[in-house]
């Protein structure tokens, strides 16, 4: 069995009931109470499935709580996006998108009440969602990669500024107050002499920007380094705007070449989290990075690199998996699984907390409530899953949890493929199809991709000059849609 599995919950038993103790005597306010409260591994081996969401009519990619934790946004195969009331477990709104294509990511923008929500998809398209007061949604394309976009990064605080990765290894900067988006950078692969060409463009999985510095922000794609970068050096002129201001690697994986990084997240504390393809979960503090160049890294420095926590016992093969912290001070780290479970560690030591049955096929993602020990998870099923610390004893991890490691461990290290059921063949050759399908149009549109090419060359790499590529103002891109309302959306936020 691998390490991590065995867990002592005796000390986080006495943990809780002294914090209580605390709190009856007033030596704990509410609020921090709560918080420390929350962080108990005593409560987190109590959750258990509450209930589900059931509305989407295809595989839900994205879920996300607003900042207070009263609602939370989703998006699916279906192309709709739908606004859930977490409290009551019920529908306030569903609307098309206006993606042609699956949306891998809906994130709501901060402090619009929940009326701002930006979407990226299959199709290539960051688009706008709009909710009016008479519960009309507006869409409009805000910009477009040649290239699948799994993630957006919106700035912690601001209602305006987000970022979108895509496929097509660009990353660009959106600011709603104007009416256009900006190409920051196009992300390379490493080379020995440096050279960066068009050829060795990376694909990108994921972008995160670090709460505590928001100048700060990482991506991660198809090799092994998650790139740091400072958004305050596009301001400047220079012509090597691809080149971070630091890289993440372990070890390890800097001699091979078959791994790559399907999500990322950033702590509390900006320790960063990321979630390698085939293999494990590391977490990097700031210390453990190899520079602006990891090709520079000479031996002896290697050696002496602080090795970063590990986190295994899952597999992350089949699809692009998310990562993400639990707990008011991200104590615990959390990920999904091709084996269809949730994997809950501890950040700290690396062991095996809980471990749920999440989907019948692979779970995607696993998301955390801003305040309070609840979470959320979806995957290849039609269904979003609410989990909260509901039993009066603390749960057992499974009773077959050796074996569930060990098959997950064996998947990894063979590169096996894990037994797929009918429905998810059907599903994974409806992607292909999907895939295909665009590639005969993007041939077929030759000519168009070669005017957005050279439009490409005209684009502004400076923040706060627009390029071709990213106007919001597009004509046929803008469209509007009655939402089907099942709350009033003007109580969304009472």
């Not at 477009?144 to 990765?165: T, W």
């Not at 160049?293 to 295994?312: I, K």
Request: glycine share 8%; hydrophobic share 30%; charged share 25%.
């Amino acid at each position: 069995m691998e390490s991590g599995v065995n867990v002592n919950s005796k000390g986080s038993s006495q943990h809780e009931i002294l914090e209580v103790f605390k709190r009856e005597m007033g030596f704990n306010p509410p609020r921090k109470f709560s918080r420390r409260i929350s962080a108990s591994e005593a409560l987190v081996k109590r959750i258990g499935l509450a209930g589900k969401l059931d509305g989407h009519e295809g595989c839900v990619n994205t879920i996300e709580f607003n900042y207070c934790g009263h609602h939370l946004v989703s998006g699916s195969d279906d192309r709709r996006v739908m606004i859930w009331n977490v409290a009551t477990r019920s529908l306030v709104l569903s609307y098309a998108s206006g993606h042609v294509d699956n949306i891998f990511q809906a994130r709501f923008m901060p402090f619009t009440h929940d009326r701002t929500i930006v979407t990226s998809a299959a199709d290539g398209q960051v688009r706008l969602g709009q909710v009016a007061e008479n519960g009309h949604v507006e869409t409009k394309k805000l910009g477009k990669h040649h290239g699948r976009v799994h993630k957006l990064a919106v700035e912690p605080g601001s209602p305006h500024i987000f970022y979108s990765c895509g496929e097509d290894g660009l990353v660009r900067h959106f600011d709603l107050r104007s009416n256009s988006s900006t190409k920051l950078f196009c992300c390379s692969s490493f080379t020995e002499n440096n050279q960066h060409s068009s050829s060795n463009s990376l694909r990108l999985n994921t972008i995160v920007i670090d709460p505590r510095n928001p100048n700060y922000f990482s991506v991660g794609g198809s090799d092994k380094y998650a790139r740091l970068y400072d958004i305050r050096r596009f301001q400047l002129p220079s012509s090597n705007l691809d080149q971070p201001v630091n890289t993440f690697c372990p070890k390890h994986l800097i001699e091979t070449q078959d791994v790559h990084i399907t999500g990322m997240a950033y702590s509390a504390t900006s320790e960063l989290l990321v979630s390698y393809n085939d293999e494990l979960i590391y977490l990097f503090q700031k210390n453990m990075g190899l520079g602006p160049d990891p090709m520079a890294v000479s031996h002896e420095d290697l050696d002496n690199l602080e090795e970063p926590q590990t986190y295994s016992g899952h597999r992350n093969s089949l699809t692009v998996k998310g990562v993400s912290f639990f707990g008011p001070n991200s104590e615990y780290v959390m990920s999904g699984s091709d084996c269809g479970h949730i994997f809950i560690w501890n950040k700290r030591g690396g062991g095996l907390v809980r471990v749920m049955e999440g989907d019948r096929r692979i779970v995607n993602q696993v998301e955390s409530h801003p305040d309070i020990p609840v979470l959320a998870s979806s995957g290849l099923e039609k269904n979003i899953k609410l989990w909260v610390p509901m039993s009066d004893d603390i749960l057992p991890l499974p009773h077959d949890l050796q074996e569930i490691v060990e098959s997950n461990r064996r998947g990894r290290e063979d590169h096996s493929r894990v037994t797929l059921t009918p429905d998810v063949i059907m599903h994974v050759l409806r992607l292909h199809r999907r895939q295909a399908l665009a590639y005969i149009e993007r041939r077929h549109n030759r000519d168009d991709l070669a005017s957005d090419d050279e439009e490409d060359e005209n684009d502004a790499y400076i923040l706060g000059l627009p390029d071709g590529d990213g106007s919001i103002e597009d004509g046929n891109s803008s469209e509007c849609c009655f939402c089907k309302k099942h709350i009033p959306y003007d109580t969304i936020n009472k």
